[in-house]
């Protein structure tokens, strides 16, 4: 065992830096992701266990504890993301992992649900794990294997949104509520150590110091007697990069659309095959569907990266949209769980060249100087599509049936495919140009 290991290591210290990083940062999102998934089963019965009784102000509280995360994520994300432009984006990940665990363990000290909805929004200023590593990646792999790397990257965070549930569920049934914090504070604990002493950049990054009082000010003025030395502010590179290739704001509004339309689905996924007439194991089979989705795009991330390497990301993301279009009509119809669980893991495989396609887009088109904002915008509007398909999602099936939702997603991933198609040749165009003046 302990030979096995060290061969391991030998292994992984002679592999290029880049190959290396996306070993580690495999197992660092995976560890985020299982982390940040275990408190989800059980953060509703939390809620009452802190002192709400009643059933419809518990999930009020649910509700707000849950969005007030994802509203923080999107707000604080673009801040993070100028950050790692500046200062790097190992950094980013190690200020994320490490303060990110210290917070989710003191959810298990709360005394009110108040106490739980402010960490929770504490914990949402500390995001950005997930997005620096995939920035991170994007900047240090080569550009013919973007896609390819991406979508392995993205295996390692499914996997743990796979079995953190699980995991959670377990640990909250075997050691209870309370002590699953501080197992799950340990998991990403461990991703942020992961990063500190394992990943390298190979650009350059000034060191981030913290500076207050006088020393600031000195800083300040130093910085000032050299203003003619010193380049524009990332958010004004920005906002140029933005006006000479606004199809980057399309794909922002796709990875929004994306978000809303999943989390349309997923809260009432378990009511849905709770209507199907099963009389035991609703949550088990409630969980394996979502799982089966899941794994489907465990196994096809990295194989639909290699083929938008090779074949171009914008036709993969176009093709994936049409056909999860196509997948989601038949799904609203379906009333056997094990016929909805084999049309998700479909759906599931298409997902699969969905994000990895508009990250590796996203890299083509932006400078890398200012690849952190750029994803940490997107994160944002991740976020506002998670709370935005929450909402919309549990007001269209109150009002009028779940089937509806499915109808609804289905037209959305449509429209979806129609916008991106006609903005497909400026898109070339744009993606071409940033290529020729990067050879320049």
């Known amino acids: 065992m302990h030979s096995s290991y060290r061969l391991l290591v030998k292994k992984v210290t002679r592999m290029e830096a880049w190959k290396r990083n996306l070993f580690i940062l495999w197992f660092g999102t995976f560890f985020s992701s299982v982390g ?50 500046k200062y790097g984006q190992k950094v980013t990940m190690v200020r994320a992992g490490l303060g990110s665990a210290v917070i989710i363990a003191a959810m298990g000290l709360v005394h009110t649900p108040l106490q739980l909805l402010l960490l929770r929004a504490l914990f949402g200023t500390m995001g950005g794990f997930s997005v620096s590593a995939v920035a991170l990646m994007a900047i240090e792999a080569p550009k013919e294997q973007v896609g390819r790397v991406l979508g392995i990257l993205q295996t390692g965070q499914v996997t743990g949104q796979l079995l953190g549930p699980l ?35 190979t650009r350059k990054y000034p060191k981030f110091r913290f500076q207050w009082g006088s020393r600031k000010a000195a800083v300040a003025a130093a910085a000032s007697t050299t203003a003619s030395t010193v380049p524009k502010p990332e958010k004004l590179q920005l906002n140029a990069v933005i006006k000479r290739s606004p199809v980057i704001l399309t794909l922002f509004v796709s990875t929004f659309l994306i978000s809303v339309s999943f989390q349309s689905i997923s809260p009432i996924i378990t009511l849905y095959v709770k209507s199907m ?37 914008l036709s993969i993301l176009l093709c994936c949209l049409l056909l999860i279009s196509v997948l989601y009509i038949p799904q609203a119809r379906i009333s056997d769980p ?17 994000i990895p396609s508009i990250s590796s887009l996203l890299r083509s088109l932006t400078p890398t100087a200012i690849q952190g904002s750029v994803f940490s915008y997107n994160a944002s509007a991740s976020s506002l599509g998670n709370v ?32 991106l198609a006609f903005q497909a040749k400026k898109m070339n165009r744009t993606r071409k140009h940033m290529e020729s003046a990067v050879e320049v």
């Open 277 to 313: 007439n099963i009389q035991n194991h609703v949550e088990i089979m409630a969980g394996l569907i979502f799982a089966s989705s899941a794994l489907g795009t465990m196994i096809s991330a990295p194989i639909l990266g290699r083929l938008g390497d090779r074949y171009g990301y």
């Open 167 to 201: 995991l959670g569920g377990v640990m909250a049934e075997w050691l209870g509520m309370r002590n699953s914090f501080f197992f799950t504070g340990l998991f990403i604990f461990t991703a942020g150590l992961l990063v500190l002493f394992g990943v390298h950049e």
């Open 36 to 85: 940040i998934g275990m408190i989800i089963p059980f953060l509703p019965l939390y809620v009452q266990e802190l002192g709400i009784h009643d059933v419809q102000q518990a999930a009020l509280w649910a509700a707000m504890i849950f969005g007030i995360n994802h509203l923080m994520i999107a707000l604080i994300s673009p801040f993070w993301g100028r950050f790692s432009d």
């Open 388 to 419: 935005s398909g929450s909402l919309f999602g549990g007001v269209v099936a109150s009002h009028m049936g779940i089937p509806v939702v499915f109808y609804i997603i289905s037209g959305v991933f449509l429209l979806h495919f129609l916008m």
């Open 338 to 354: 094990w016929v909805l669980m084999g049309a998700r893991f479909l759906s599931g495989l298409c997902v699969g060249g969905l």
